[in-house]
């Protein structure tokens, strides 16, 4: 069964290029579409009902460097002939995000990171990545380092 759109979600903070480099074969090989979300946290305001300038601030650099990522990764994709889409979800839950866009957009394999984290990540990383393979209805790949 060929995939027609294939999507790679990065939802660590720490990863490598494995699963872009796969989504990238796997869209080369089923001439597919491919799309690299790079998914990030919104980080909630100090003060409950208002951002303060060191919130702005500090989620302008997050989104900066994703984007920069994202806009190199564009550039690897379209020097190999391969179309692609790039996303940045900056969300309060990476998982549900995720979900509702492999849905919404027809999604045929949604490759997942899973590089090595600390104590604190895997707890809360394992249950994102639990919830994308069981309400993703779709194909699912994780890739581990």
Known sequence: MPFRKVAVAIITPTHTKK???L??????????????IECMY???P???FFETKSDKKLTKNQTTKLKKELENWKGIAQKQGVPIKT???????????VIDYVKENKIDLLIVDYPKLSIEEITLFDDIINE???KSH????????
């Open 42 to 44: 919104k980080t909630p």
């Open 46 to 48: 100090k003060f409950y």
């Open 132 to 134: 994308i393979h069981h």
């Open 138 to 145: 779709c194909h699912i790949l994780t890739t581990k380092s």
């Open 19 to 21: 699963s872009f480099e």
């Open 23 to 36: 989504g990238l074969e796997m869209a080369k090989k089923f001439d597919s579409e491919l799309t690299v």
């Open 87 to 97: 996303k940045l979800a900056l969300t309060e839950n990476i998982s549900h995000w």
